[in-house]
């Protein structure tokens, strides 16, 4: 009951999100969704998480979004001749995340029980850890899977990070030809000449 209850301001605010049609208040829509999830994840019993999803998302992820619409100077007109386009496209990213996690809802054996089946999956990779629960926290265990089994998972989201700075600091580059510029050595050889020939001059 509670669940639902703090899930449904999450909810109300990721439908804003899609159907603002100004970047900054979408922007502006996405930051209660950060921390109504944040709140859920610390019902949850996941502490660290709650903790480092508003710091990472709201002070990371928002800021840096308002800063790149800031600095792009994009168009509102042109957002909004450009929305149907894209329906086709987010349609099916949306049912390809339904499916996903639909099959993680059908994978976790909390939920089995409630769906009457006897599906029953373990994954060898967590035998390692039968046993610790009880001991380690939730920051020991998250930092051993992290280090261990999904090493490489952790090391893609920086690359995705470096190739996102990259993309920033190119869109932002503006490149012109019609640049007046000076070319050192040639005024360095026209000023030796007219040093040779004031001397010729004087003499």
């Known amino acids: 009951m509670i669940l639902s209850f703090s899930s449904s301001p999450a909810f109300f605010s990721g439908l804003m999100v899609v159907r603002a049609k100004n970047p900054v208040h979408s ?6 969704v950060f921390r109504e999830t944040a709140g859920l ?6 502490d660290f998480s709650a903790m480092i999803s508003p710091v990472v998302y709201i002070g990371a992820i928002a800021v840096s979004f308002l800063f790149v619409v800031m600095m792009l100077h994009i168009l509102i ?3 909004h001749e450009e929305v149907l386009r894209y329906f086709p496209v987010s349609g099916l990213i949306g049912l ?6 639909g099959n993680v809802l059908i994978e976790n054996e909390t939920i089995l029980p409630l769906l009457k089946t006897t599906l029953r999956k373990t994954h060898s990779l967590y035998m390692v850890y039968a046993g610790k629960e009880r001991s380690w926290t939730n920051l020991e265990t998250l930092g051993n899977l992290l ?3 999904y090493s490489v998972w952790f090391l893609v989201p920086s690359l995705i990070l470096l190739v996102a700075v990259i993309g920033a600091i190119v869109l932002t580059m503006h490149r012109m030809n019609k640049v007046k510029r000076q070319d050192v050595f040639r005024r360095n050889a026209l000023d ?3 040093r040779t020939m004031m001397r010729r001059t004087t003499t």
């Not at 994840?41 to 996941?46: M, N, R």
């Not at 390809?96 to 996690?101: P, S, Y």
């Open 77 to 79: 007109a042109e957002i």
């Open 192 to 194: 030796s000449r007219r």
């Open 41 to 46: 994840l610390l019902l949850l019993g996941l």
């Open 147 to 149: 280090y261990t089994y």
């Open 96 to 101: 390809i995340l339904w499916w996903e996690v």
């Open 27 to 32: 922007v502006s829509f996405s930051i209660p």
